[in-house]
């Protein structure tokens, strides 16, 4: 069992490190009432526990470490706070919260490290052959529909087409701007970060095109955010 955290009201306060872990929560995380003791939970669920502990360190309480099951290589932190639960719950968080989630509201300056949270969480950074790909996953159509606009709306990068993939969805963003949307979230507004998913993305700034993109691909806004990304 999670023991209490000291740090009860870090969902309450936005900093980068509250909104990057908003981020990978909503994507890995869980939040529960256990039934025989009342007791609230925050569960955040990652394949690499050094980033575990991380995050556990960026929440700054008290928190209980273990692997899903004893085969697995899956590990759990949980947090045992009323406060922190019910912060969550404000921000739009819920339990069973996969396929009905949609996207919070967050002050502009952050939303780069909640969209990196999420990433690290369930996204992905690949190459297809030699182009580079950026791809987020979800239950919830309406949360990637969200985070497709929000991201537009500041940085220029047009939001992707919503593609069905088995019972989840996925948006996913290409060459160029793959590249425009790795320097804004690895690059420009750095915080914390799963390391491998930032050496792919620093590998990414270093991609250059080998024909000139499509016309409509660079906005006029991606010009004026990314002039260092694009193509000369």
């Given at each position: ?52 502990e991380l995050l556990a360190e960026a929440i700054g309480g008290n928190y209980h470490l273990r ?30 919260k996969s396929r009905t989630i949609g996207f919070p509201e967050l002050p502009d300056e952050f ?37 497709g606009i929000a991201v537009e709306k500041l940085t220029g990068i047009p939001s992707p087409n ?71």
């Amino acid at each position: 069992m999670g023991r209490p955290a000291r740090s009860a009201d870090f969902f309450r306060v936005w900093t980068p490190a509250m909104a990057y872990v908003l981020g990978y929560w909503w994507t890995d995380g869980c939040m529960r009432i256990k039934s025989d003791t009342g007791a609230h939970m925050i569960e955040i669920a990652s394949n690499d526990r050094d980033h575990l502990e991380l995050l556990a360190e960026a929440i700054g309480g008290n928190y209980h470490l273990r692997k899903v099951a004893i085969t697995s290589n899956t590990y759990v932190i949980s947090f045992c706070s009323k406060e922190m639960y019910q912060d969550i719950l404000a921000h739009g968080g819920t339990p069973r919260k996969s396929r009905t989630i949609g996207f919070p509201e967050l002050p502009d300056e952050f939303l780069s490290h909640f969209v990196r949270g999420v990433i690290d969480g369930d996204g992905s950074l690949v190459w297809n052959g030699d182009r580079p790909v950026i791809y987020i996953y979800s239950a919830s159509s309406v949360f990637l529909e969200q985070l497709g606009i929000a991201v537009e709306k500041l940085t220029g990068i047009p939001s992707p087409n919503l593609t069905p993939n088995r019972n989840n969805h996925y948006i996913k963003w290409s060459t160029t701007r793959a590249k425009c949307l790795a320097a804004w979230l690895y690059e420009q507004h750095r915080g914390i970060a799963l390391e491998r998913k930032a050496t792919i993305a620093d590998a990414f700034l270093q991609w250059h095109p080998k024909k000139r993109p499509e016309q409509g691909t660079i906005t006029d806004e991606m010009r004026r955010n990314f002039p260092d990304y694009l193509p000369k």
